[in-house]
């Protein structure tokens, strides 16, 4: 049985930073130490940051996006391409295309992929409002801008066949995404190369 070696505050902050994506207990523990070594200059301005992240950041009604205004700033953006709809899993996905710049597009975050063992099923996901938005009378174009992995090539198959009635062409990135590809990874000529080449499912 491993000893405590500081107190229990410190040990909380250690548990949740263990949490994050590619942060084990040894890398958390790291990653403390740094901030209270600086407590002025990183632990203090992180935590003020991520009180007013608390405060102020919330999920856009229309298209999932995280934000600090309601509706996000790409959906208020009136130069944004309001024919054409990107369906991502998730809101890393959006910052990655967004960060290529790419397109000029709306988006949708669907919030995951599909997941059965998971008990991930279409109720858990947004794609009902996805479906609306397709028979608004506005969209001519979903492009499925989804992982590459067996799930996200389910979920895109799910979804275009929810999409068939709708009148909308539905298009997926092409295979310059290589399989088990996650979009946040991929270098911004990837992307470019995905998006010009996409095709009609």
């Given amino acids: 049985m491993s000893k405590k070696i500081a107190g229990p505050e410190i040990e909380r902050l250690v548990q949740l930073m263990a949490r994050l994506p590619g942060l084990g207990p040894r890398s958390a523990r790291k990653a403390v130490l740094s901030m209270l070594k600086r407590r002025n200059d990183l632990l203090v301005p992180l935590a003020d940051a991520l009180q007013q992240a608390v ?3 919330s999920q856009c009604p229309a298209c999932g996006n995280l ?20 369906v991502v899993e998730d809101v890393g996905d959006l910052w990655a295309i967004e960060r290529a710049g790419i397109v000029s597009a709306k988006y949708h975050v669907l919030g995951g992929h599909l997941s059965p063992l998971d008990g991930v099923g279409p109720e858990q996901l947004n794609i009902a409002a996805l479906v609306e938005r397709a028979g608004g009378g506005k969209v001519r174009e979903i492009l499925l801008a989804l992982n ?7 979920t895109a198959h799910y979804v275009s066949d929810l999409l068939a009635q709708s009148g909308v062409t539905v298009s997926r990135l092409a295979q310059g995404v290589p399989v088990g590809g996650e979009l946040d990874y991929l270098d911004d000529g990837t992307l470019a190369a995905a998006f010009k080449a996409r095709r009609q499912l």
């Fill in 148 to 154: 590459s992995t067996v799930e996200g090539q389910s």
């Fill in 67 to 86: 934000d600090t205004v309601s509706p996000c700033s790409i959906c208020q953006d009136p130069r944004r391409d309001e024919s054409l709809i990107v």
């Fill in 55 to 57: 405060d102020k950041i």
